[in-house]
């Protein structure tokens, strides 16, 4: 049995868990190699700790990165993973008028930002032009305010109006594999249409963070790698993995839950082709055992951020040596964790192993304890001493 595989076994939530020897010795591998330069952290994007003493976690809830649609509930190409049911949930914004009374109400509710998205037409294009002019009122009037848009495909001039409209970060799926954008997407574009995006986005000021979704193909892998390589030869300011939930899929054209070791070797292939580029694993992925494989991965892989973790990742992080920095954001500010993985210096505690075996042990047994005092994002950082591998 190999270190790590030891390591895991000392992680209760973990001792059961059915993981691929292979491939936790391959991931040892690159973690030793990878600790030749430094020991890579690993950013918590969770109210992974149940109890807290601050009353701050309180103000972090729905409305602080809301979802904006200007389209409402519509799309039109109804994709076999959505139908569009992504958007039915969120703030309806139809015209300029109303963007602008969205966003002002939203501010007044204490939002910090907001995911600013739409339904696609025909081409995979969200038709943002009405609502540039509006969009520069409000970052002009509320410049501390962030926008992160979901971009979908765009030329270079549609690149170059978003971001002079005041635009933080834009977001958009980079896929690799033709069939996927034929079959899934419903859609009569290329993979070089998704290449191009991407390059008239980083042209611009914009924080760039490009998605690839894992298993996007009814849950099999086949365009992923290409992605992949897509992204290394543009380098955005982070990527976001996440891995398919296809709840909303066709009987007829039904998903399949992603290999969890498949999964796996792609956070290897992704960490070894990106070592500099910030790696956050979204929380959308498959749940229970799956959830937990996955996880678990995640960390042994390296990447530098995990939103919303599985029981036993935290702990197992810092066994594994790194360190650990937790931020409050709430399951419902999906798009904050992507936001704040590319902030210069985000927010939250970083915590001793001591502290993690400590608080995991109490939140497993249903006690409370004292609680582990977390900071908001305007608050002062509070940091503990990151002890070394506890194992």
Not at 262 to 290: I, K, N, Y
Not at 298 to 324: F, N, S, T, W, Y
Request: overall charge negative; charged content about 25%.
């Amino acid at each position: 049995m190999s270190n790590w595989q030891q390591m895991v076994q000392a992680v209760e939530p973990l001792q059961d868990l059915e993981l691929d020897t292979e491939l936790v010795q391959g991931l040892e591998h690159l973690g030793n190699r990878s600790r030749e330069r430094a020991a890579p952290p690993v950013h918590f994007y969770t109210p992974t700790f149940k109890s807290y003493q601050t009353s701050e976690l309180k103000s972090c809830g729905k409305n602080a990165w809301p979802a904006v649609s200007v389209t409402g509930g519509e799309c039109k190409l109804q994709c076999d993973h959505c139908k569009a049911a992504i958007l039915e949930p969120m703030i309806p914004a139809r015209t300029p008028e109303d963007l602008w009374r969205v966003v002002n109400e939203v501010i007044a509710d204490g939002a910090q930002g907001m995911l600013l998205t739409g339904g696609s037409n025909h081409r995979n294009e969200v038709e943002y032009t009405p609502y540039y002019e509006t969009i520069r009122r409000i970052k002009d009037s509320h410049p501390e305010f962030r926008i992160a848009a979901h971009a979908a495909l765009m030329d270079a001039d549609a690149a170059l109006s978003m971001a002079h409209a005041g635009v933080d970060v834009a977001m958009m799926d980079v896929i690799g594999a033709q069939e996927t954008i034929t079959n899934v997407y419903h859609l009569r574009r290329s993979v070089d249409d998704f290449e191009a995006t991407l390059e008239n986005l980083v042209r611009t000021s914009m924080r760039v963070v490009p998605h690839i979704v894992i298993g996007l193909h009814y849950g099999r892998m086949l365009g992923e790698w290409r992605a992949l390589e897509i992204i290394q030869r543009h380098l955005p300011d982070a990527v976001v993995l996440v891995v398919v939930m296809p709840f909303y899929a066709p009987e007829k054209r039904p998903f399949v839950t992603p290999d969890s070791s498949e999964v796996g070797r792609f956070f290897q292939s992704a960490r070894q082709a990106l070592p500099d580029t910030p790696l956050l694993l979204g929380c959308a992925r498959p749940p229970g055992e799956s959830r937990m494989q996955i996880d678990t991965y995640a960390v042994m892989a390296g990447l530098d951020g995990i939103a919303h973790p599985a029981d036993g990742a935290v702990e197992l992080a810092a066994r594994l040596g790194r360190k650990v920095r937790v931020t409050p954001a709430c399951c419902s500010i999906v798009v904050g964790d992507e936001v704040m993985a590319v902030q210069d210096a985000p927010d939250g505690l970083e915590l001793d192993i001591d502290t993690i075996l400590r608080e995991e042990a109490r939140r497993r047994a249903g006690d409370r304890g004292i609680g582990i005092p977390v900071v908001s994002a305007t608050s002062p950082r509070t940091e503990l001493p990151v002890q070394g591998n506890a194992g």
